[in-house]
């Protein structure tokens, strides 16, 4: 074995791998179990710029979504305990759970086709836990503590005055972050009003929810301190599905081994085509970059989160010794393997269709619920009388206006049409927006109507100007009669 076979094939603490142990270990951990830290190089270019507009943009939304309102209802509150739920503005209830069920199975076969299709690009763009991290947290500690070998360097040194005071400020610096984030996490549940009232009238008056907001800020800040990439390669199932759903047609962050190897290191003025050797220098730039401490030219892993910071780091020195990009890049396993160029097969045309499709279906389901709910229901143990030649039920109805506006119905009988209704209170029924309104009213029909002694009817609610809002079906009791 040469030097560098050797050199490539060795860990952290000096021990000769197995050339194949890469894919049965992860890159952040030593041979002997013990947690390899990483110690990425802040990464610059085309990928990392994009990247950086889509996290910001996405973080203004995360902190700015809790103050919009839309009628005067938030914009996004899931409040499990009040069971208070609002999604672009409008209400939904325990009774429209079914809708949010289908939603979340949709959106998880969005998620399964998008990354058959598309790899892993929400890890790397789109995910919290990376947007957090990267955007957040990591340019804090560049900040501090000095890119990769200013951070290696003060993480080698003894603790010292400026070990001890640079590592106190990103720790205040990351506990204070994590408060933030933690409370705005909790305005997405109980509301910013709720949530600043509670700090207003301090931790004594809610020890409760101090409490609660202690502990998720001790798991953001000991993820984000300390856990870091291995969120992603050892709790994320998303992850782990990864190795399930791509295949060679999925778009993914790939070395091009064919064009790379046998890698060498630069001489300059050297004909490397001629001398047998691939267009990668052996640089390590994509391995020092990443965040997950993985070598992309060991091929697709487990690790690997797309995030492109390898990308960058291999174009910038390809420009540097004058040889093409795109040595590393996005594109598929067939499409490195054959040499190809990517085509938009008829493959990723139907994936496209059905995440389209799916995308469709998610809006029909938020559109098509009803503005309004009702019931009818019989109060336990009640039964019918007769009176003057007609029957009569009791119902207590229940209203549910889950529009913003405020409803004025009334109550007709649908089927059969003879029935006739007679309140508790006024004939027309005044529904406030977003609340539910109870009352009792009676229905009769004449004795001669009455076929069985258990018969079903529907009841009509209607608005001002006779439209159909809601209608529900129930039975009415009577007389019991023999059929012949």
């Excluded at 791998?17 to 270019?45: A, C, H, N």
């Excluded at 085509?343 to 029909?364: E, P």
Aim: a positive charge.
């Amino acid at each position: 074995m040469s030097d560098k076979e050797e050199d490539i094939l060795r860990g952290g603490q000096g021990q000769v791998l197995d050339p194949e142990t890469y894919r049965d270990s992860i890159g952040t951990m030593e041979q002997s179990g013990k947690r390899k830290w990483v110690f990425p190089k802040k990464p610059k270019g085309k990928y990392t710029n994009y990247r950086d507009i889509v996290s910001y943009f996405l973080l203004i939304v995360y902190f700015t979504v809790p103050f919009i309102k839309i009628n005067g209802n938030p914009f996004f509150l899931f409040n499990v305990i009040d069971r208070e739920f609002f999604i672009v503005g409008q209400p939904f209830y325990p009774q429209d759970f079914f809708i949010l069920t289908l939603g979340a199975i949709a959106s998880l076969l969005f998620i399964i086709i998008f990354t058959i299709a598309f790899g892993r690009i929400f890890c790397g763009w789109i995910c919290p836990q990376t947007i957090f991290m990267e955007s957040i947290f990591r340019k804090i500690e560049y900040l501090i503590e000095g890119d990769r070998n200013k951070q290696m360097k003060l993480d080698r040194q003894e603790w010292n005055s400026e070990k001890i005071w640079k590592r106190s400020l990103k720790w205040f610096v990351y506990a204070v972050i994590s408060l933030i984030i933690t409370h705005f996490m909790f305005m997405y549940i109980v509301g910013y009003e709720q949530v600043l009232a509670i700090v207003s009238d301090g931790p004594f008056a809610h020890p409760t929810n101090f409490i609660v907001m202690i502990l998720f800020t001790a798991a953001f800040y000991f993820v984000f301190a300390w856990f870091r990439e291995q969120v992603c390669t050892l709790v994320c199932p998303y992850g782990r599905l990864q190795g399930v759903l791509i295949d060679k047609e999925t778009i993914n962050v790939f070395y091009d081994f064919n064009r790379g190897e046998n890698r060498s290191k630069w001489r300059k003025g050297e004909d490397r085509k001629a001398a047998g050797k691939g267009d990668c220098i052996d640089c390590y730039q994509c391995v020092v970059v990443c965040p997950t401490g993985i070598d992309i030219r060991d091929g697709q892993q487990l690790e690997c989160i797309n995030c492109t910071a390898c990308i960058d780091a291999c174009d910038e020195v390809m420009e540097k010794v004058g040889l093409p990009k795109g040595l590393v890049r996005y594109a598929s396993e067939k499409e490195i393997e054959t040499g190809a160029p990517y085509k938009f097969t008829g493959r990723m045309k139907g994936f496209a269709v059905v995440l389209v499709f799916l995308a469709g279906f998610l809006g029909f389901l938020l559109s098509s619920r009803g503005d309004m709910e009702a019931k009818f229901i019989k109060p336990a143990g009640s039964t019918f009388f007769v009176r003057e030649g007609k029957i009569t039920n009791t119902y207590n109805y229940t209203f549910l206006n889950k529009t913003n506006d405020k409803k004025i119905v009334t109550i007709k009988v649908i089927e059969p049409a003879k029935g006739e209704i007679s309140y508790s209170a006024s004939s027309k029924i005044t529904v406030q927006r977003d609340k539910i309104t109870k009352g009792t009213i009676n229905i009769s029909f004449p004795e001669n109507a009455m076929k069985l002694s258990k018969q079903n009817i529907t009841i009509g609610v209607y608005d001002m100007n006779g439209e159909l809002v809601d209608s529900y079906q129930t039975y009415f009791e009577g007389p019991f009669k023999l059929q012949f």
